[in-house]
């Protein structure tokens, strides 16, 4: 019984531990995120997911373009060039999302043109 309880008591030590350090990983990331807010943080993760879409790994290139309808999102009502630019977004990560490189690239540098010229 007294191994049974040791065991018991070990196995719930080593996942609260590691429910700690699973939030403490996310309070690192979030300083991050706030950071990348606004325009400049939003053509920064189009600009890496179209690296990501020329090497063809559309997984990794989703995440960026995530990140970016998520900032892009707060600031897409204020303007209809920021509609326009939400909008581009959007198809761009469809495109990105069916596989096809070419047109996702050019959905992309177009997306990254009217944010800059928000």
Known sequence: MKLFTKAVLTLSLA????????????AEEAPAAATQSGTAGIIAHIEKALVEVS???????????KAART???AIASTS?????????LMQGQILSKS??????????????ELYKAL
Do not use: P, R
Request: hydrophobic content about 45%; glycine content about 2%.
């Open 71 to 73: 900032s892009s999102e």
């Open 15 to 26: 996942a609260s531990l590691s429910l700690v350090s699973v939030c403490a990983f996310a």
């Open 99 to 112: 596989g096809n490189v070419a047109k996702a690239t050019e959905q992309l540098t177009k997306t990254i």
């Open 55 to 65: 090497k063809s790994d559309f997984s990794a290139a989703q995440i960026h373009l």
């Open 80 to 88: 209809e060039a920021a509609k326009k630019a939400h909008a581009s």
